[in-house]
């Protein structure tokens, strides 16, 4: 590597964005020779020297560990919390028994999704994940319509770790006795070296593998302890990213805005028939209605011919030349080993096989409609 010449300083990202904030594993990102970039408001690693197609493989094959301590966590307690939260999302979450999870969404009177969140009920509480360029704002909402009669508490101090992967139980079960016996979309409470942990069965890659909520001064020793195990490897955002097309999952402010419906996004599963019969929540008019007569338009996943990817913000035509819709995520799969990418579609054209032609940089790309996801999801159920 050449060095600077004499009295001239490198500038790092913190000199050129000095208002991102970091996270307790900022540095051991940097000691592994991670690619930070800016996102979310965080300084973040976006890769390490092997590569996005290295770290996507080896959370395919073995285990990854991702820093996700920009998400935000924030805890309901009250004995009306249930009730409360259900003014916000179309979820059940009054039914949701102590230990399991539930995927959500905060949804506007429009009907469109202001955010998308996951949901863990224990004894005393509700736990929320908030995506970490949006929690800002869901706290703002949260405090609005939650009211006095319950807290709404902001678990700074706590830190989210993810491990990903078929190997990953292996790994953390010989550090954590016990998380073994958690199935997909359940959690509990554990102890690791004198810490609280608590360590929930889910992620967002496909993979089976554990989030894992770890006091933040104590994030750095539990990351470092678990890249010592010979299965696992860091992993940065671009990985992250792949995985989660492949496994045909959403990304905020893509495949889900304020605009786009739970229907539309084709997560209508995520409500439950309680919500479907008796509404209740922002936006039911629309959602409900979009249940019963079907969207105009709808998420697919799409096939481009070729090896050139298909980005979000492609539009796409029918042979006619008709538009059809918009590519909202877009990228290379790396265990497909061609480029994917997923759409809102009008409903007359979200067929498997049918063929739309995106248009990119003066190009025209065929992609076929094709079902979701392009790689099965090998959750522990």
């Known amino acids: 590597m050449r060095s600077a010449p004499t009295g001239v300083r490198i500038l790092t990202l913190a000199d050129l964005a000095p208002d991102l904030k970091t996270t307790p594993l900022t540095s051991l990102h940097q000691a592994l020779g991670a690619r930070m970039v800016p996102f979310a408001g965080y300084t973040m690693p976006v890769q390490y020297p092997t590569g996005i197609l290295a770290e996507h493989a080896h959370t395919r094959t073995a285990a990854s560990l991702f820093d996700v301590a920009h998400m935000g966590i924030a805890q309901i307690v009250g004995p009306d919390r249930a009730t409360a939260l259900e003014r916000l999302v179309p979820a059940a979450i009054a039914s949701l028994r102590p230990g399991r999870l539930r995927y959500t969404m905060l949804t506007n009177a429009e009907g469109g999704i202001e955010d998308d969140l996951m949901v863990t009920a224990g004894a005393d509480r509700l736990t929320l994940v908030l995506n970490a360029g949006r929690k800002d704002h869901d706290l703002d909402l949260l405090r609005s319509v939650l009211g006095a009669a319950v807290t709404l508490a902001v678990r700074d101090d706590l830190a989210l770790l993810a491990l990903q992967g078929p190997q990953a139980e292996a790994v953390l ?5 016990g998380v073994a016996s958690l199935d997909f979309m359940t959690g509990g409470s554990f102890a690791w070296d004198g810490e609280a942990l608590a360590i929930s069965r889910s992620g967002y890659t496909g993979e089976d593998g554990f989030e894992i909520a770890v006091p933040a ?3 750095m020793r539990l990351a470092e302890r678990l890249l010592a195990e010979p299965e696992v490897a860091p992993a940065g955002l671009g990985a992250r990213d792949s995985l989660r097309l492949e496994a045909g999952l959403c990304l905020y402010g893509q495949d889900l805005t304020a605009a786009i419906s739970p229907v539309e996004a084709d997560l209508g599963w995520t409500i439950q028939k309680r919500r479907r019969d008796r509404g209740g929540f922002p936006g039911a008019d629309r959602i409900l209605r979009e249940m019963r007569d079907g969207p105009g338009r709808r998420r697919v996943g799409l096939r481009p011919d070729g090896r050139m990817p298909v980005r979000a913000g492609a539009d796409l035509v029918t042979g006619d030349g008709d538009p059809a819709g918009t590519v909202t995520s877009g990228g290379f799969g790396g265990t497909v080993g061609a480029p994917i990418a997923m ?19 003066g190009r ?4 076929t409609v094709t079902p979701l996801p392009f790689v099965p999801h090998r959750y522990k159920r």
């Open 217 to 219: 001064d104590a994030a």
């Open 173 to 177: 079960d010989r550090l954590v006795p």
């Open 343 to 361: 759409g809102l579609v009008a409903a007359a054209c979200t067929a498997p096989g049918t063929v739309l032609h995106a248009r990119v940089r």
């Open 364 to 367: 025209t790309i065929a992609c």
